[in-house]
């Protein structure tokens, strides 16, 4: 059985910063393909990042390129991800999950009869 169980979130101010945490198991994140996506208040998720088993390879989505950076913790079997200098706009629940793939490349798309989990909330207000 494959699970991913997110932690981390909070609430901060503008221009601060949170790690979040996916604990995976059922799998190692080392072969797996996993991306972070979020959901606003009234809005679809989103795709924010994701990482795959080549060494040091990411994708991001242009609105958090450059503040946000996700990576893997192979020892520990978890993915976070890092995020810097948050904005309002990156208020929303955060989730992990698999991804669509080809080879070690990650695509920013949410796998195929993944379920989400229960997420973790990020708030970022003044």
């Known amino acids: 059985q494959v699970q991913l169980v997110e932690s981390g979130g909070g609430s901060v101010q503008p221009g601060g910063s949170l790690r979040l945490f996916c604990a995976v198991s059922?799998?190692?994140?080392?072969?797996?393909?996993i991306g972070w996506f979020r959901q606003a208040p009234g809005k679809d998720h989103e795709a924010v990042a994701c990482?795959?088993?080549?060494?040091?390879?990411?994708g991001y989505a242009e609105s958090v390129k450059d503040r946000f950076a996700i990576r893997r913790d192979d020892a520990e079997n978890t993915v976070f991800l890092q995020m810097n200098n948050l904005e309002p706009e990156d208020t929303a629940v955060y989730y992990c999950?698999?991804?669509?793939?080809?080879?070690?490349?990650?695509?920013?798309?949410?796998?195929?009869?993944?379920?989400w989990g229960q997420g973790t909330q990020v708030t970022v207000s003044p």
């Open positions: 999950a698999r991804t669509t793939s080809r080879g070690d490349r990650c695509f920013l798309v949410k796998a195929d009869n993944e379920p």
């Open positions: 990482i795959g088993p080549g060494a040091g390879w990411a």
């Open positions: 059922g799998v190692t994140v080392e072969s797996s393909h």
